[in-house]
């Protein structure tokens, strides 16, 4: 169903406490590890520079065939927030550029995941807003031209890259891939990532010592 728009609840403080953790090396990947490997959407959809970004998810509908610029999102995003677009995994037509983008940045949305396209990446790597997308192409919608804002619903449960999401769930983001977190388990998935980033930090400092396969299966059971 479009035009439905409606709100989700910020958690800044449990926000800060996935930003800590999200700190360490490949944090998608400490955070997929965290759910047995679960919420880790489709390995196309990636940034098309490095970054990494971690925020709360305010979803977007929009209807395959007849798409258009998420703009209403970006008017209703706030600070933390990540915009994670169903765009039906369409390649060929574009739901976000660099003017969207540093738009977004204003509001202090930290960036787009999009089940779908991408464009303008050489302006949006230059202003740091970064956006993941299956494909990057010129083609974009017919917003600009049209004045149509409304074709779309916003903070509705979505899929995007394979992965049923909520609004106000929890996204890693990284240059590896995306990880979600569902907000109904994300305090008790934070925690779990922090042992395990700190089990995977403490495993690397032996590494770094030397130290045989034998050892390290000796002294943690497993990699």
Same mark, same amino acid.
């Given at each position: 169903?479009?035009?439905?728009?409606?709100?989700?609840?910020?958690?800044?403080?449990?926000?800060?406490?996935?930003?800590?953790?999200?700190?360490?090396?490949?944090?998608?990947? +400490?955070?997929?590890?965290?759910?047995?490997?679960?919420?880790?959407?489709?390995?196309?959809?990636?940034?098309?520079?490095?970054?990494?970004?971690?925020?709360?998810? /305010?979803?977007?509908? /929009?209807?395959?065939?007849?798409?258009?610029?998420?703009?209403?999102?970006?008017?209703?995003?706030?600070?933390?927030?990540?915009?994670?677009?169903?765009?039906?995994?369409?390649?060929?037509?574009?739901?976000?550029?660099?003017?969207?983008?540093?738009?977004?940045?204003?509001?202090?949305?930290?960036?787009?995941?999009?089940?779908?396209?991408?464009?303008?990446?050489?302006?949006?790597?230059?202003?740091?807003?970064?956006?993941?997308?299956?494909?990057?192409?010129?083609?974009?919608?017919?917003?600009?031209?049209?004045?149509?804002?409304?074709? /779309?619903?916003?903070?509705?449960?979505?899929?995007?890259?394979?992965?049923?999401?909520?609004?106000?769930?929890?996204? +890693?983001?990284?240059?590896?891939?995306?990880?979600?977190?569902? +907000?109904?388990?994300?305090?008790?998935?934070?925690? /779990?990532?922090?042992?395990?980033?700190?089990?995977?930090?403490?495993?690397?400092?032996?590494?770094?010592?030397?130290?045989?396969?034998?050892?390290?299966?000796?002294?943690?059971?497993?990699?």
């Amino acid at each position: 169903m479009l035009k439905v728009f409606n709100d989700f609840e910020r958690q800044p403080v449990l926000l800060a406490k996935f930003e800590e953790v999200a700190k360490c090396y490949s944090a998608s990947c +400490v955070f997929a590890d965290a759910q047995y490997r679960q919420g880790v959407m489709d390995s196309e959809i990636k940034p098309p520079f490095p970054a990494r970004i971690v925020g709360q998810a /305010l979803t977007v509908q /929009l209807s395959p065939g007849d798409l258009v610029d998420p703009l209403r999102a970006i008017e209703m995003g706030r600070d933390g927030d990540i915009i994670v677009v169903d765009a039906g995994g369409d390649r060929q037509t574009s739901v976000c550029g660099g003017l969207m983008g540093g738009l977004a940045r204003n509001r202090g949305i930290r960036g787009m995941i999009i089940d779908g396209s991408g464009r303008d990446i050489d302006e949006l790597e230059a202003i740091g807003w970064p956006i993941w997308a299956r494909a990057i192409t010129a083609r974009g919608t017919h917003t600009m031209y049209s004045g149509r804002k409304d074709e /779309l619903s916003i903070n509705v449960p979505i899929q995007c890259g394979g992965v049923p999401i909520n609004p106000g769930d929890f996204v +890693v983001a990284d240059t590896i891939g995306v990880t979600v977190v569902p +907000v109904a388990s994300a305090e008790t998935v934070v925690e /779990l990532a922090r042992e395990q980033a700190a089990r995977e930090q403490k495993t690397r400092e032996w590494v770094a010592q030397g130290k045989t396969l034998e050892e390290l299966l000796n002294e943690f059971g497993r990699l």
